[in-house]
């Protein structure tokens, strides 16, 4: 078992203080562990694109909840909570993502996301293909 399975914080410290090492000139590249230091920056990006997929599912969930239930007492408390999700993503969206983020597969899993009743009553139809843009669910409305 390799220190990376044993115990990633020790081994992330001590590949940064080999990556500071070998910036500065010194020759330690063998000592690097060069295919799960490369991993580990991969899964980075794609943890920060995964993070605003979630932040925009949850936005369009409490978006598509508010219209399916309007006359719900939770409806104020929907889309305060869909503004924060959205307000979150767009912090955390860069450009480069936008060609990684499926925003007709987001909207299908906040579709399947909605209960089939609330409070007694069923849902009001709602769009099968996602009514908005990722600019529009970006912005700060």
């Keep these: ?9 020790t081994w992330s410290e001590r590949q ?6 070998v910036a500065a000139g010194e020759r330690v590249n063998d000592q690097v562990d060069w295919g ?11 943890s920060e694109v995964s993070a605003v997929e979630s ?6 969930l409490h978006d598509l909840k508010s219209a399916a ?36 597969g ?4 906040a579709l399947a996301g909605l209960p089939d ?5 069923p849902a009001l139809p709602m769009p099968s293909t996602c009514p908005v843009t990722l600019d529009e669910l970006l912005s700060d409305d």
């Design 55 to 60: 932040l925009l599912t949850m936005a369009l």
């Design 16 to 21: 940064a203080a080999l990556l500071r090492r």
């Design 69 to 104: 239930w309007p006359l719900s007492r939770d409806v104020p408390h929907r889309r305060a909570e869909a503004r924060l999700f959205r307000r979150q993503a767009r912090r955390k969206f860069t450009e480069s993502m936008r060609q990684k983020l499926d925003l007709v």
């Design 117 to 121: 009743t609330m409070d007694g009553q």
């Design 106 to 109: 987001l909207y299908s899993d």
């Design 36 to 46: 799960n230091v490369v991993e580990e920056i991969e899964t980075v990006g794609r």
């Design 1 to 9: 078992m390799s220190d990376y399975d044993r115990d990633v914080l």
